[in-house]
Structures are given as structure tokens and as C-alpha cells.
């Protein structure tokens, strides 16, 4: 689905030359869930948004689906850190939003974003207006416009950092439950190595800047993906494994 090959990125700075990203080699299947963690800084964003075609590689090559990203990728879903909801319009028009701006009929869309505000628990709120719910509230409403057109590909920028515990937690359930079927790619960034196990089928771990890619972890489960299943000893072991990995990195100390 997507081939990451060489690819490195900077930036021009007033001090010099930021080098953010150096020699990524990265290939995602389709249908995977691929999470990526690493220290603050360290390219994570930037890559998506490189995958996303919103920013360019200062070298290498991004394709997805075998054709290289040269500009913005229109067939994606993507959820950013903020909800980014427009305050004027309701929930069901701002999920709508989407279908507007690709010049679809929303009128064939609207039975589609009822239901996925349904499946996030917002099934009585369609008329009511971003300032009118919680955050994470807010969230689910930018995932449900995220995936209203039903794209192959899903980008998620640590969407649920800001949340409380218990709101992440709901959260994490209800997108591997919007996720199910295998029928859907994910990017998803995050600072959180326990949400990375749980909703991933691969975890991928950064270096600091310049990010590097240093290590590719399979994450198989026999058990139900539920949240208990952080408590088991194999859950346990990628924790474990994914913060020796910083304290060898230097990222974490003691």
C-alpha cells in the first residue's frame, strides 16, 4: 500500500539546517495498522505528512498504491491533533464537510454519516454545534469525517493526545471497532507506546532527530483486542521491548 524508500527531510532555519528525517525505508501492506512512537521531534508528523503529500521529501520516494507522491493524496482520510470543526456548522455538516469539498452529493452520504456518528456514540447529536461538546466529543466527530467517504487510507497525527484516560481509552475501542474488516490502512502517529501495542499490527520506533527507523515490532495477540489485554504478559514483553529500545537510544534514562 505504501513504500517509504530513502527518504530524507529538512528544513532551512535562521540557524542552519534542520535535518528531521534521515534515510526512512518504510513499506506499510494494505489492511495493516501501523503505529509509529519515538521521542518529541523526532520526524514523526513530518513523515505523515509527507505520506499525505502535504509536505515533499528533500529526497527519496513516497508511493502508495505504486504511484509516487507528488502533491496532496486525495483517496486519505486524515485526522489531525485538533478536531479542527467548523464552529458555524452542526455535527452532521461538519462530517458533511468532507463530501462537500470533494463536489460529492451529500445527499448520498448523509444515511453513511449518521451511522458512523451512530458507531461513536453520537447518534442524538448530528444538530448540535462543536462548542456544545466535550473533546473528545470533537474527535470523534473529525473521525467519523475522516472516514465518511470510505477511503482506503486512514493518517492519524496523535489525534487523541489531548484527551483524558478514560476518553482515549473509548476512543482507541471505537476506532479499531470503525477499523474492523482489515479493509483499512493506518498511519497512525502517537506519543503513547501502550496505545500504539494495543491498536497496532506493527509498531514502528523512531530515533531522535534526524528520526531513523530502528526498529519493526509484529504485534500478535490470541486474546480479543479489549483493554484488559494490556494487563497480559505478552502485552507486557512489547512494552517492555519497545522502552529498552529508548533507554539504548538514550532517550530514556534510569
Known sequence: MI?????????PTKDGTVVALDNVELDIGKGDFVSIVGPSGCGKS??????AGLAQPSAGR??????????????VGIVFQDALLLDWRNVLDNVLFQIEMRGLPKADYRDRALALLKRVGLASFENKYPWELS???R??????RALVHDPPLLLMDEPFGALDTLTRDQMNI????????????VLFITHSISEAIFLSDRV?????????VVEDIRISFDEERKLDIRSIPRFVEYEKRI???????????G
Open 3 to 11: 513504500e517509504i524508500s530513502n527518504v530524507n527531510k529538512s528544513f
Open 46 to 51: 513530518t513523515l505523515m505528512m509527507c505520506v
Open 62 to 75: 513516497i508511493t502508495i498504491e505504486n504511484q509516487q507522491v507528488t502533491g496532496p493524496v486525495t483517496d
Open 135 to 137: 473533546g473528545g466529543m
Open 139 to 144: 474527535q470523534r466527530v473529525a473521525l467519523c
Open 174 to 185: 471505537d476506532l479499531l471497532n470503525l477499523c474492523e474488516g482489515g479493509n483499512k490502512t
Open 204 to 212: 514502528i520506533v523512531m530515533s531522535q532527530r534526524p528520526g531513523r
Open 243 to 253: 522502552y529498552h529500545t529508548f533507554r539504548k537510544l538514550g532517550v530514556l534514562s
